[in-house]
C-alpha cells in the first residue's frame, strides 16, 4: 500500500518535473530522495514520510511562484490526497514541504520532526559540493544573472522577504547561502558529508579566483 503511494507520487512529481531548466528537475528530486533515504536508514526516521517529502518538497517551489510560500504545500497535498495517502502522513509531509527552505543566512529554519531534519538535510547537501556548484550556474544562467561581479559583495540577508528579491551574481550566492549549509545540518552523517563537499566548494572558488585575475 506504501509502496504504491511512494511510486505514484514518484511517477506525478518525474512527469511534472523532467523538462525543468533551473537546476529544480526532477533528477535534483532523484538525489534528494535517495540522499533522505540513506540518511533516514541511519536515523531510523519513518521512511514513508521522508520519501514522499523528499519526491514532492520542490513541486510547486516559491522561487517560481512569485514568492509565494504556500503553493508548495498545497500543490503537494493536492498530490497525496489525490494517491489516497493517509491524513496523518499527508499533514506531516505538507509541514515539511512548507517549512523545508532556506530563507537567508540571518534566518533560522528549524524543522520540528526527524523526518524533516533528514529530508532538509538531503536537499541542502544536494545544494552543495560539485553538484551543487553545476546546480547554481544553471540556476543563475535561468535567471539571466552574471556569473560575477567584482564590485558587488555578498549580503547578508536578515529576512526572508529581502532573500526572496535578491538578484546578485551567482558567486555571491556561494557566500549567501551555500558556504553556510554545512553548519546548518541536522544529521551526523549530512554534518560529514558536508563538510567534504564544503571543502570542494572552497577549493572551486580559490581556483575561479586565480583565473578570474589571470594568475592561474
Ligand atoms: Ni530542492
Redesign the pocket.
Known sequence: MSDNIINNIKIVVEKKLEGEGSG?DWW?IFR?WNLAKHLADLENADQQVVELAALL??IADWKFHDGDESAGPREARRCLDQAGADPVITDHVCEIVATISYKGAGVATPMKTLEGQVVQDA?RL?AIGAVGIARTFAYGGHKDRLMYHPDEKPHMHQSFEEYKKNSGHTINHFYEKLLLLKDRMNTSEAKKMAEERHRFMQQYLDQFFLEWDGKA
Open positions: 529544480h535534483h534528494v518538497h520542490d536537499d544536494d
